[in-house]
């Protein structure tokens, strides 16, 4: 049975930082496309960050130079660094892995999520 579970995830004040893990389990996803994706209140799931199989990443706009994606493969985990935290980020984070670049959609396997909360 695959399974992804999230943690790092919390309530940290703006401009804190956080470490998101997502940890694979039941295959192995070093041939995986992995991706962070978020959903705030009322708001639609939004890619926040990729990386594919071979190490290349993306980001969106909102988050470069503040969010950091890595993979460790040996581990069959991903991870998600978030610096400079704002209000605007807190959301429920989701980690992914598929074939897929920015759209969920190309995404077959999901975790349950980890909830980050910013206070201002």
Known sequence: ????????????????????????????FSSY???????APGKER??????RWSGLTSYADSVKVRFTISR????NTMYLQINSLKP???????????SGSRS????DY???GTQVTVSS
């Open 46 to 51: 939004e890619f926040v960050a990729g990386i």
């Open 72 to 75: 460790d493969n040996a581990k």
């Open 88 to 98: 605007e980020d807190t959301a429920v984070y989701y980690c992914a892995a598929g």
């Open 104 to 107: 969920a959609y190309e995404y």
């Open 110 to 112: 999901w975790g349950q």
């Open 33 to 39: 496309n992995w991706g962070w994706f978020r959903q």
């Open 1 to 28: 049975q695959v399974q992804l579970v999230e943690s790092g995830g919390g309530l940290v004040q703006a401009g804190g930082s956080l470490r998101l893990s997502c940890a694979a389990s039941g295959r192995t």
